[in-house]
């Protein structure tokens, strides 16, 4: 049994099932396998439907923490990881579509990643949340945020081991600040919590799971994605790399952000340690790590930069949903955000 989480609410009839058998059952019912089979036929946009989003983070869940009540074996049933292929095929289709053709160059890969980033235009939520962004807002944009950074390091993790020489070492550099360089309260999971505590969230693995819309699994299962394929480690890397290169600056505003509301350095602690730390961890990145892997197997260029523009495409759909609901004057969460009692 998992001892961290409970299974969240259902959003749909996929999820619905599928957390009743995994509550109850010791494989998948007949149900849940012809839901999963008609979400796969149905004409939906993937990466942002509710149900197929949080059915595909329940799957991927077990890799991570487990579920409270839902048993262990639960990981490696086939005919969960059959289910979970599927949901993936979409959740993929989806993500290339969105992305478009990946041009590969000769240019060093480190030079590509930066041109596709400089080429992104998807809004900018760091401008707003630092000028404009409200207690309210901000408490909506952690809930959603939780989802990751609750696990920060850890989808990236998978795809160590799938690495070797100087692509291998440096991602353990970076990963190890990722995890606080052996000091567990400076983990940046950690740092994230208590940034939540601050603004009265509740900290707690996955307990605002249930707020948190499609926009925040759709991110956390692409690099789950990713990182759990062997398949996919370029684009693991690639995604790693994006999220380094475009931390900094952005960091530096949410620190402003924060500051502008009467928050202070215990507060904004998060994010000036990714000023500093992500100023570094871009160059070893970018050069190191993917510069690595791309010199030793040219072939994995493509998926680098698949794996970056599904970064700044999966930024761009969180900051649309965001900035949309806001302008609508409605909540950008499923519920209020629910304050730590
Ligand atoms: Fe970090
Ligand atoms: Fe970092």
Not at 19 to 44: G, I, K, N, Q, Y
Not at 74 to 98: K, Q, V
Not at 113 to 121: G, N, P, Q, V, W
């Amino acid at each position: 049994m998992g001892a961290d989480m409970h299974l969240p609410s259902a959003r749909g009839p996929l999820s619905e099932s599928l957390t009743a058998d995994l509550a109850t059952r010791s494989t998948l019912s007949s149900r849940t396998l012809e839901r999963a089979a008609r979400l796969a036929d149905a004409p939906t946009a993937p990466l942002t439907d509710e149900d197929l989003q949080l059915s595909l983070a329940i799957c991927y869940e077990l890799h991570y923490r487990g579920f409270d009540a839902v048993d262990e074996e639960w990981e490696w049933n086939p005919e969960l990881i059959r289910l979970r292929g599927g949901l993936e095929r979409l959740h993929l289709s989806a993500l290339r579509g969105l992305v478009g053709p990946v041009p590969v160059t000769d240019e060093p890969i480190d030079r590509q990643l930066t041109a596709a980033i400089a080429e992104d235009d998807g809004p900018s939520l760091s401008r707003y949340m630092s000028r404009h962004g409200t207690l309210e807002q901000w408490r909506e944009y952690l809930t959603l945020r939780s989802v990751y950074h609750l696990k920060e390091g850890d989808p990236h993790t998978f795809a160590i081991p799938r690495l070797s020489g100087r692509a291998k070492a440096a991602m353990v550099e970076i990963q190890a600040d990722e995890y606080g360089g052996g000091s567990a309260a400076r983990m940046h999971s950690e740092l994230f919590a208590g940034l939540m505590r601050d603004l009265d969230l509740d900290s707690t693995y996955g307990a605002l799971w249930d707020d948190a819309p499609a926009a925040a699994f759709a991110n956390v299962n692409t690099m789950s994605l990713f990182g759990l394929h062997r398949r996919w480690r370029g684009a693991a890397l690639g995604h790693l790399a994006t999220v380094e290169m475009t931390s900094s600056e952005p960091s530096r505003r949410y620190s402003a952000g924060l500051r502008r509301l009467g928050f202070d350095e215990s507060t904004t602690v998060f994010y000036d340690e990714h000023v500093e730390a992500d100023a570094v961890h871009e160059q070893i990145a970018s050069v190191d790590m993917c510069g690595a892997l791309v010199t030793e197997d040219p072939e994995l260029a493509a998926d680098v930069l698949f794996g970056a523009r599904s970064a700044l495409a999966m930024d761009g759909i969180a900051a649309r949903h965001l900035l949309g609901a806001w302008e609508a004057g409605r909540s950008a969460l499923r519920r209020e955000p629910s304050l730590a009692a």
